[in-house]
Antibody, heavy 124, light 110 residues
Framework: EVQLVESGGTLVQPGGSLRLSCATS????????MNWVRQTPGMGLQWVAT????????YYADSLRGRFTISRDTSKNMLFLHMSSLRADDTGVYYC?????????????????WGQGALVTVSS | QAVLTQPPSASAAPGQRVTIPCSGG????????VYWYQQFPGTAPKLLIQ???QRPPGVPDRFSGSKSGTSASLVISGLRSEDEANYYC???????????FGGGTQVTVL
């Protein structure tokens, strides 16, 4: 059974940093690209970043590039999102999500498994 | 345009059909697949339609997707009360090298 479990969500002050983790199991972690998607209060979904399965190629939302970094530890089947210079509008629920097919092209895959979400609150 | 536009709400009576449009541009919907997600309050999204018109295993055939030019649509036929949820379209944008999500459409069963 595929499982994605996020952790690390917490209250952080503006300007601070935070690392979210996503523990995965039930699939061959190195074969699939992984993604972070967030949902801000009262708003819809916003894609944050993607890391490819085999080449560790990364993609970022333009508005977040430079502040957010996606990475993975293949020895532990873990996905991470490091966030810095956090602002109030970064507040939201952050989901990790798995691609539904093995492909080197991110446009060919939807996100078939999602974690339960990690709540990040940026406030003083 | 590098944005996906959906109406904020849609509604229909039980058993009827509801159509949710998603409008994009020539760098996203026109040249790439569209994906649809269903989300209930307080839960993670669920993949409903992949590659514009394919249903993943377990998704009822009441849900169908299509794409034409720079627009896509999700149709829910034989609407049920349990279909009340938010529905989001998504597509890869080649000019941004990233995913775009629509703003979401809240479906209400009258």
């Amino acid at each position: 059974e595929v499982q994605l479990v996020e952790s690390g969500g917490t209250l952080v002050q503006p300007g601070g940093s935070l690392r979210l983790s996503c523990a995965t199991s039930g699939f061959i972690f190195t074969s699939y690209a992984m993604n972070w998607v967030r949902q801000t209060p009262g708003m819809g979904l916003q894609w944050v970043a993607t890391i490819s399965g085999r080449e560790d190629r990364t993609y970022y939302a333009d508005s977040l590039r430079g502040r957010f970094t996606i990475s993975r530890d293949t020895s532990k089947n873990m996905l991470f999102l490091h966030m810095s210079s956090l602002r109030a509008d970064d507040t939201g629920v952050y989901y990790c999500a798995k691609d539904n097919v093995v492909t080197t092209r991110p446009d060919l895959a939807g996100f078939d498994y999602w974690g339960q979400g990690a709540l990040v609150t940026v406030s003083s | 345009q590098a944005v996906l536009t959906q109406p904020p709400s849609a509604s229909a009576a039980p058993g009827q059909r509801v159509t949710i449009p998603c409008s994009g541009g020539d760098s996203n919907i026109e040249i790439n697949y569209v994906y649809w997600y269903q989300q209930f309050p307080g839960t993670a999204p669920k993949l409903l339609i992949q590659r514009s018109s394919q249903r993943p295993p377990g998704v009822p055939d009441r849900f169908s997707g299509s794409k034409s030019g720079t627009s896509a649509s999700l149709v829910i036929s034989g609407l049920r009360s349990e279909d009340e949820a938010n529905y989001y379209c998504a597509a890869w944008d080649d000019s941004l090298s990233g995913w775009l999500f629509g703003g979401g459409t809240q479906v209400t069963v009258l």
